[in-house]
């Protein structure tokens, strides 16, 4: 089993910026990719933000204002999210898929508002 932990979130004005982290642990072999995702009150998840077998991919919504890292060697993953709006508001989940397994942290929530 792996287990994701997020860290990161909070209250933010708008305009403000966080800086979202995931550490995962437990019986990792292999890292296929790890990233972001977020569920809106009422919506579904959504992908925020992907590092698949070196690429990145970002969701159009986010693109120029998040930012996503990552340390393999270190099984980590970061998000750093500047010139947040109020619609970034939303629950964010740390995603990893490992030996071809899909994993997900118990989520951060995130809110922008004044």
């Known amino acids: 089993q792996v287990q994701l932990v997020e860290s990161g979130g909070g209250l933010v004005q708008p305009g403000g910026s966080l800086r979202l982290s995931c550490a995962a642990s437990?019986?990792?072999?292999?890292?296929?990719?790890m990233g972001w995702y977020r569920q809106a009150p009422g919506k579904q998840r959504e992908l925020v933000a992907l590092?698949?077998?070196?690429?990145?991919i970002y969701a159009d919504p986010v693109k120029g204002r998040f930012t996503i890292g990552g340390d393999n060697a270190k099984n980590t993953v970061s998000l750093q999210m500047n010139s947040l709006k109020p619609d970034d508001t939303a629950v964010y989940y740390c995603?990893?898929?490992?030996?071809?397994?899909?994993?997900w942290g118990k989520g951060t929530l995130v809110t922008v508002s004044s």
């Open positions: 590092i698949a077998r070196g690429n990145t």
């Open positions: 437990g019986s990792i072999f292999s890292v296929n990719d």
């Open positions: 995603y990893g898929r490992f030996a071809g397994m899909d994993f």
